[in-house]
């Protein structure tokens, strides 16, 4: 069974400053991050659990080569994503954020 995948506003804005700021070290590295995004929600659509849970009820899907994690929650309705950050980023102040995001 296949679930729908909605991203909230934060996370598409997320994704956008990624896609920028990739785009603008080198031409083709921005549509590169979003054909790995798409890859990994397509994933998602089919196997909601399949990424680690971070934080409950937040779950956090590594993006393949990249310092990057699309973080979601696997809802009866759907798969929300919530956020992308660098997962290098403080985890505590993360999270103070995400709970802002929570669907």
Excluded: N
């Excluded at 909230?8 to 790995?36: H, N, P």
């Excluded at 929600?41 to 990057?68: D, E, G, H, N, Y």
Aim: net charge neutral.
């Amino acid at each position: 069974m296949k679930h729908e995948i909605v991203w909230t506003w934060a996370a598409e804005a997320d994704l956008q400053r990624f896609y920028s700021e990739a785009e603008d070290i080198q031409d083709g590295r921005g549509v590169e991050l979003l054909t790995q995004v798409e890859t990994a929600t397509a994933l998602l659509a089919q196997f909601p659990r399949m990424a680690c849970s971070w934080r409950f009820p937040v779950r956090r899907l590594m993006i393949r080569r990249r310092k990057l994690a699309l973080f979601y929650v696997p809802e009866s309705r759907g798969i929300a994503i919530i956020g992308v950050a660098d997962i290098r980023r403080d985890p505590d102040k993360w999270w103070d954020e995400l709970l802002h995001r929570m669907p």
